[in-house]
């Protein structure tokens, strides 16, 4: 019902910096929560940053001060503004969306390979 366009993903030098778009249309009444998750090979995916209808916003420990989330909703596009990247960063990306539709539903991206590497 609902489909991401993600991009924004790329190699970048430490503390260099890349910006995350992830786009929704498709069906759906409106909007919840706009998330941001990474995972690395053998990991567990898990929550980077997310942020709800009403703006409140939650950021991991271990990129607070350097990746910021945002949304814009007359476009239902999230980014994630990531600085100071540093190796450990190194991870696909992958927005996840929840949106109502009579009942509330998630869906994911495709996820964007971001690479920090000198």
């Known amino acids: 019902q609902v489909q991401l366009a993600e991009s924004g993903g790329g190699l970048v030098q430490p503390g260099g910096s890349l910006r995350l778009s992830c786009e929704a249309s498709g069906r759906f009444s409106r909007i919840h929560e706009m998330s941001w998750y990474r995972q690395v090979p053998g990991k567990e995916r898990e929550l980077v940053a997310d942020?709800?209808?009403?703006?409140?916003?939650y950021v991991k420990d271990s990129v607070q001060g350097r990746f910021t989330i945002s949304r814009d909703n007359a476009k239902n596009t999230v980014f994630l503004q990531m600085n100071s990247l540093v190796p450990e960063d190194t991870a696909v990306y992958y927005c996840?969306?929840?949106?109502?539709?009579?009942?509330?539903?998630?869906?994911w991206g495709q996820g964007t390979q971001v690479t920090v590497s000198s």
């Open positions: 942020i709800t209808s009403g703006g409140g916003t």
């Open positions: 996840n969306v929840k949106y109502w539709l009579g009942s509330l539903y998630e869906t």
